[in-house]
């Protein structure tokens, strides 16, 4: 289970740990008001989050600066599987709703 928001600016990102007793969350920006963007940006983040959770997202070598753009995906057919699983029902869930509110965040102006 994981917390879906639609925020101002740019990006995605995850996080496992939002607080004590919250759950996971993922933020998608919508600030270029492009929904294939917003949808990228989720997708990209789900996909993240799930090989995560089935551990095949590693970090090569200790990075002090905490950068996101070192990790290294590895995952066999079987483990791909399952995070397609795992994705789909979420976005079957998450995509109408979630379109709604970005509609209406665009209709209103988006920041």
Known sequence: MVDLYLKSGW??????????GKLPEIR????GGDW???VSGLLHELLEFALNDVRCRWAPAEDYGQGSDGYLFVFT???LSEVCGR???FLVECLPQMSSVFKRVVKDGVK
Do not use: K, L
């Open 11 to 20: 990006g995605a990102e995850f996080t496992y740990d939002p607080g004590y």
């Open 28 to 31: 998608v920006g919508v600030s």
């Open 36 to 38: 294939e963007q917003v």
């Open 77 to 79: 057919h079987p483990e």
């Open 87 to 89: 994705i789909a029902g």
